[in-house]
């Protein structure tokens, strides 16, 4: 695609609750990379796909966090069991060299 | 680990006048980038900085790299309303992930 997408755009979940949220990359875009960003925050780094390799997780938070990304294209990451403290917005980025990241729109997670 | 600090965090200027913000990093790279996110929006991409010396100007906005100061500037001239967004820089030191400031908001006031 054009962009980097992502969805959903806003999810409100119950604390204790799975939820998914899903980034599909630009096409051709060999390395993928989650974020997080808390209100008024910076951006935590999460996790990182580059191609086939093993992924870069050394920013998940805990073991509630986990993405996968199948067959080099989308990537889903997952919050299970979730907490307050995990309301924020989730964003996607990928690139295909030094150029720079292109962020998606992000998802905003609130968990009530 | 990487560090890297803008400065200042919040900047509120009247239109029309000058300013710089500050990115200082703590490790060697020669790939910085600025980004602009305006409020609850993604970030967008500003300047890419390849190499050491780089100068990149887009409308009012200029940003430089210097690394052997470890150092980027991202220059506002003649600031306008417009401008008025949190602007982050990012260092790429083994291209596995970006490293971001902490931000720096700025208000720009009629």
């Known amino acids: 695609g054009a962009g980097v997408s992502q969805s959903p755009s806003n999810k409100v979940t119950e604390k204790g609750k799975d939820v998914e949220l899903r980034c599909d990359p630009i096409?051709?875009?060999?390395?993928l990379y989650w974020y997080r960003q808390s209100l008024g925050q910076g951006l935590e780094f999460l996790i990182y796909f580059q191609g086939n390799s093993a992924p870069d997780k050394s920013g998940l938070p805990s073991d509630r966090f986990s993405a996968e990304r199948t067959g080099g294209s989308v990537s889903t990451l997952t919050i299970q069991r979730t907490q307050q403290e995990d309301s924020a917005v989730y964003l996607c980025?990928?690139?295909?060299?030094?150029?720079?990241?292109?962020f998606g729109s992000g998802t905003r997670l609130t968990v009530v | 680990e990487l560090k890297v600090e803008q400065n200042p965090l919040f900047l509120s200027m009247q239109e029309g006048k000058n300013y710089t913000i500050y990115c200082n990093y703590s490790?060697?790279?020669?790939?910085l980038y600025w980004y602009r996110q305006d409020p609850g929006k993604s970030l967008e991409s500003l300047f890419v900085?390849?190499?050491?010396?780089a100068v990149k100007q887009e409308g009012r906005l200029m940003a430089s790299l210097d690394t052997k100061a470890r150092l980027s500037t991202l220059h506002i001239t003649a600031a306008v309303h417009d401008l008025s967004a949190t602007y982050f820089c990012?260092?790429?030191?083994?291209?596995?992930?970006?490293?971001f400031g902490t931000g720096t908001s700025l208000t720009v006031i009629p």
């Open positions: 900085l390849l190499s050491n010396g």
């Open positions: 990012a260092v790429d030191t083994n291209g596995n992930q970006f490293y």
């Open positions: 490790t060697t790279s020669d790939r």
């Open positions: 096409s051709g875009h060999t390395a």
């Open positions: 980025a990928s690139t295909g060299g030094y150029y720079g990241y292109t």
